[in-house]
């Protein structure tokens, strides 16, 4: 029978029904008839149902051999017994406009069996759903084949009944299809389907909220022998999911499971606290509390019925849990599945149910091909149940995402398949014997099948232990990503002995003491595995892993000491060594570098790769308790100082030394004439095989020999005799002994420059007009920091509304940057002149505005360490300010073209060059006159005031002369830095002896928001390498203080003076400046 007859009884709703069925062959009385038995308009030439306002009835058809299309306007109102709209057709669509509310159910029944590429079901509800009675789901969607679409947008869809779903899709047997062309119900026939079809749901930001679940999906298809199910796409927005046992569940044989939690997360709904609604003639919107607790599950994806080969619910599994998502359940995520794909940046919380039985956790993370099926025991019988697991089970935890089962056994598992686990971000376990933080169970016995790997990337916290285990040999534990990390190698333990996390079959009750969640492990090893339990005080955490990897092109530093590790190959990046000791360890350097101080077993470096003691230019030794080996195409880099000490391998059996590999130093600025000098490098205890090729070195004037005497490595130098002509000074020095900061000092200082000049436009006074000597007319006037209050000239007035005046002053400026953090100081001073015009007008109701045109010429004199940067600046600049009452706003920005010349010492020799820089620089002010507030006297201003200020300056590349062999050639390198400031200015007016005197004082705290140390590359020609040198682009931190004064010198024209400080870190500085104004 179909659904609607084993759900029905001689009702009214039948008798509805049985109209309906007649109506199918009165098309000349149809939409009469459809009328009658909806109460909705029926339009039929789109066989559309629309229904709007108060309907006496729920609709309810059923229309099999039709299609069916709803709308629901937002007026409509369905006070039914729980039942809004229940429709079958051949295909079904349902749309509820925005702002429509149903107090009861949607139920979409679709019976076709021959579905198109458009959805059988095609549901939106982008109003509200509060649904019905018991057992009833807020939405759900049923049909036997065909895809299936589920959209709701911002209202909530909340179902009241403790036993059902929020959102609800099945593909159910009882799902049948009638004989075509007959009307009579009785008849029916099933048709056999060989694939379900797709299913798709996406939430908006209103909360989904079920009984037992949020969201439940069955495409497993009516006859799940011969059945295969479509594609399950769910996609969660804002809004929340919560139930009280299931979040998401999914039922599938074979098709894709691809699930996206947005940032509402899942949460639990208690089941005894779902509130009772009353029935209302109007819809109305009800809250729903969503109190804490623990759901079952937050996702679910079971396989079909049964534990076989066969049967084992998706081909792939997708799940992503974005960043700012939360998954709170006593089991995160549990999915079966041939292949898993899961990312979570977001969080998930595993903990135990407060009221009921724990269900198979609680677990971060669980996943395999077949849960239910999964034996610890291994035993061939067993085994030979199983799905064959030839998937991956791939598992990210990104740098914002997080897994916390401190409350639960263990927070990722990975069953079956291959495992691919990588974590940049947050892994908690339980303390408990049994628990983990990560624990790979592998009952695969084709070793031919990927091996199981671990991957810690940049950001990786893991608390508890990580283990593996199973028969197989090549299960990797890897350090990978692009970023820094650090590992402690003592962490890395044997084959794991203890108790192994045994998961339970979904649906079995069993206590919540911990204990019984676990069994004892039995051989899952190969019987020659050694099994090592974790001594008391150790720090072992990793277990069964048997090799470890570098990859990616990050640098990864090893710490600790251990006796068990037996291996390491690195395949990208750089591998540093800090004090580690592992004498079992053999590296194999693929790729990349390897470089620190430490000890290991042996070492291969293959072609392309870089075997560096030490850090940086640092001095260090690395030790091998076995061969040493660089093959063709390999490079032994090492640092060397003129005082005799050197890097240093030591081997303690033989060094084998390709003729095609490299040994290259880098020696530090210095001496190197002693007759005495030699370095060595490597030592054998078994002797040194061959010698390197080539010797390159980063010094132009002195030459770096290798010396082998079959048990070592020395390295002598020859420094260069100085050339014909030169005189019997001192030898040169080495490039790097000699200061060559003046090249990043001048962009530095070019953006002092710059910036000084933009501030003198910005503090120009402002003209105005129309207030008598000694007296400001009106509160617009007193809005500036410096205030004119002459009259107009005669002969003058009347002829524009826009005053105009002229502008002369000198301004002066000097700054010293300490040497901080590694990076050299310098000095900088500059002094120039500016001239311009500025316009003024009032514009009524207190408002006016100022525009200023300037130019100006300085100079500039840097003094570094060793060396100089002098330049002459011209400066061109616009300027502006506008009050408003109380409000001022004020800005300049200022254009600067400078010529530098560049000198150094170099030894006895001095470097020169000239170079181009160009300068951007501005600021942007704004400052609110409190004093009538505060009750200060008329003309007083007292204004906090924020502003930003900044500059971009751009050095042309050039190329030194005078220093021979060692002059530097700078490539183009920009200086910049933005400030952002907060501050209080305070202003006022007296007259003093008749004279109008107007002075000020602004202090402000300003910190850098952008900008970096300004450096420049150098290199020198014919000498690989090059020199980064860098100097500071401005304080971090600076707080100013700055006092000015504007004073009448006779008629139309006033001076004015500034004098000002600013304190940093590592940069103090003192300006200074004179002018006046003309007014016309």
């Known amino acids: 029978m179909s659904e609607f007859k084993t759900r029905t009884s001689m009702t009214r709703g039948q008798l509805l029904l049985s109209v309906s069925v007649v109506a199918m062959g009165l098309v000349s009385y149809g939409r009469q008839a459809e009328a009658q038995v909806a109460g909705c308009d029926f339009d039929t030439a789109t066989g559309t149902y629309t229904c709007a306002g108060d309907l006496g009835e729920p609709l309810v058809l059923d229309k099999s051999g039709a299609d069916v299309n709803v709308i629901v306007e937002p007026s409509a109102n369905f006070p039914g017994n729980g039942t809004a709209i229940r429709v079958t057709g051949s295909t079904v669509k349902i749309d509820a406009l925005p702002g429509s509310k149903l107090n009861g159910t949607i139920n979409a029944t679709a019976v076709t069996d021959t579905p198109g590429s458009d959805p059988v079901i095609d549901i939106n509800v982008d109003g509200a759903i509060l ?98 199910g479509g594609r399950i796409a769910i996609e969660t927005g804002s809004g929340q999911l919560a139930a009280s046992k299931y979040g998401i569940q999914t039922y599938t044989t074979g098709g894709s499971v691809d699930i996206t939690v947005g940032t509402g997360g899942i949460g639990y709904q208690g089941g005894d606290q779902v509130p009772t609604v009353a029935r209302s003639a109007e819809p109305e919107d009800v809250e729903i509390a969503v109190p804490e607790g623990t759901m079952k599950y937050g996702i679910l994806n ?150 199981n790997r671990v991957e810690l990337q940049s950001g990786y916290d893991i608390t508890g232990n990580v283990y593996v285990s199973g028969p197989r040999t090549d299960d ?112 194999d350097l693929i790729g990349g570098r390897l470089t620190g101080a430490g000890g290991f077993g042996s070492l291969i470096a293959r072609s392309g790769t870089v075997v560096s003691p030490g850090s940086g230019t640092g001095i260090g030794t690395l030790t091998s308790t076995s061969n040493v080996t660089f093959e063709a195409g390999s490079t032994f880099a090492v640092n060397l100082r003129a005082d005799g000490t050197s890097d240093l391998i030591d081997v303690g059996d033989a060094a084998r030394i390709s003729n095609a590999a490299t ?49 070592s490595v020395v390295l002598t130098a020859t420094v260069a005799e100085a050339a014909p002509g030169g005189g019997a000074g001192p030898a040169p020095a080495a490039p790097g002994a000699s200061d060559k900061t003046n090249g990043p000092a001048s962009g530095a200082s070019a953006g002092f420059s710059g910036l000084k000049f933009s501030d003198a436009m910005a503090n120009l006074p402002t003209v ?78 207190a408002a006016s505005y100022q525009v200023n045109l300037g130019l100006g010429y300085s100079q500039t004199n840097v003094d570094t360490a060793e060396g100089a940067a002098d330049s002459d600046d011209l400066h061109f600049g616009l300027s502006g300010s506008y009050a408003q009452g109380a409000l001022r706003l004020s800005g300049a920005l200022g254009y600067s073209a400078s010529e530098f010349d560049l000198s150094r010492r170099v030894g006895a020799a001095v470097a020169t060059a000239t170079t181009d820089v160009k300068t951007v620089s501005g600021l942007v002010e704004a400052s609110y006159d409190v004093a009538p507030q505060m009750g200060l006297t008329s003309g007083a201003r007292l204004a906090p005031l924020v502003r930003l200020r900044g500059y971009q300056a751009t050095v042309d590349g050039y190329s030194e002369t005078g220093a021979g062999l060692q002059n530097l050639n700078v490539a183009e390198l920009d200086s910049d830095a933005v400030y952002a400031g907060i501050g209080l200015r305070y202003g006022a007016v007296y007259d003093a002896l008749g004279t109008t005197l107007r002075p000020s004082v602004t202090m402000v705290y300003d910190t850098m928001i952008s900008g970096e140390d300004t450096n420049a590359i150098g290199t020198i020609t014919g000498v690989e390498g090059a020199f980064d040198t860098s100097v500071k682009s401005g304080a971090d931190d600076l707080l100013s203080l700055d006092m000015n004064m504007t004073y009448e010198i006779e008629d139309a024209v006033e001076g004015f003076v500034n004098l000002g400080g600013s304190v940093g870190d590592d940069v103090n500085a003192l300006r200074a400046g004179v002018g006046l104004t003309i007014r016309f």
Not at 673 to 701: H, I, R
Not at 807 to 825: I, N, P, Q, Y
């Open 302 to 451: 079971r396989p079909g019925q049964g534990s076989s080969r066969d049967n084992y619910g998706a081909e792939t599994v997708t799940i992503t849990v974005v960043e700012g998502s939360n998954i709170t359940a006593a089991t995160g995520i549990r999915s079966n599945g041939a292949s898993h794909d899961i990312e979570i940046s977001g969080d998930i919380v595993a903990r135990p149910g407060s009221r009921a039985p724990t269900y198979s956790g609680p677990y971060g993370i669980l996943v395999g091909k077949n849960i239910p099926a999964f034996s610890n025991s291994g035993s061939e019988a067993k085994v030979a149940e199983l799905p064959t697991a030839d998937g991956t089970n791939t598992i990210r935890i990104t740098q914002s995402g997080s897994v916390d089962a401190s409350q639960g056994i263990a927070a990722i598992v990975s069953l079956q398949n291959a495992s691919d686990i990588t974590v940049a971000g947050r892994v908690v376990g339980s303390d408990i014997e049994a628990g983990a933080a990560i624990a790979i169970i592998d009952d695969r016995r084709d070793l031919t099948l990927p091996a």
């Open 131 to 228: 649904g019905g009675e018991v057992l009833n789901s807020a939405i759900r969607a049923a049909a036997a084949a065909g895809d299936i679409r589920i959209v709701t947008g911002d209202g909530e869809i909340r179902s009241n009944s403790p036993g059902a779903s929020a959102i609800a899709v099945t593909r159910r047997a009882d799902v049948e299809i009638l004989q075509p062309n007959t009307l009579d119900l009785s008849i029916e026939k099933p048709v056999a389907i060989t694939r379900t079809g797709d299913v798709s749901i996406t939430t908006g930001s209103g909360n989904v909220i079920g009984g037992d679940h949020a969201i439940n999906v069955d495409n497993r298809g009516y006859q799940t022998k011969t059945s295969r």
């Open 768 to 845: 105005g007009s129309g207030a008598v000597e000694g007296t400001p007319s009106t509160r617009n006037v007193a809005t500036s920091e410096f205030i004119s209050t002459k009259s107009e000239p005669a002969g003058m007035s009347g002829l524009t509304d826009i005053d105009m005046s002229t502008f002369f002053s000198t301004f002066a400026e000097k700054s010293d940057v300490e040497d901080a953090g590694g990076l050299s100081g310098y000095d900088v001073q500059s002094t120039g002149i500016a001239a311009g015009v500025s316009f003024y007008n009032s514009l009524g109701d």
């Open 663 to 711: 040994l290259a130093v880098t020696a530090a600025a210095g001496d190197y004439n002693g007759d005495d000098l030699a370095w060595t490098v490597l030592v054998a205890d078994e002797g040194v095989d061959g010698t390197f090729g080539t010797v390159t070195d980063n010094l132009v004037d002195v030459d770096f020999k290798d010396v082998y005497d079959g048990s």
């Open 476 to 587: 990797v534990l890897a350090l990978g990503g692009d970023g820094d990390l650090s590992f402690d190698i003592g962490k890395i333990g044997g084959d794991y002995e203890g108790l192994l996390v045994s998961p339970k079959p979904v649906g079995e009750d069993f206590s919540n003491e911990i204990n019984l969640q676990t069994v004892p492990a039995e051989p899952l090893a190969l019987n020659d595995m050694v099994m090592i339990t974790p001594e008391e005080g150790t720090s072992e955490q990793f277990f069964g892993f048997d090799a470890f990897e570098k990859i990616g092109s990050g640098t990864a530093t090893l710490t600790g000491s251990s006796k068990l590790i037996d291996n390491l190959t690195v395949r990208e990046g750089t591998v540093k060594l800090d004090k580690t000791l592992a004498n079992r360890m053999a590296i």
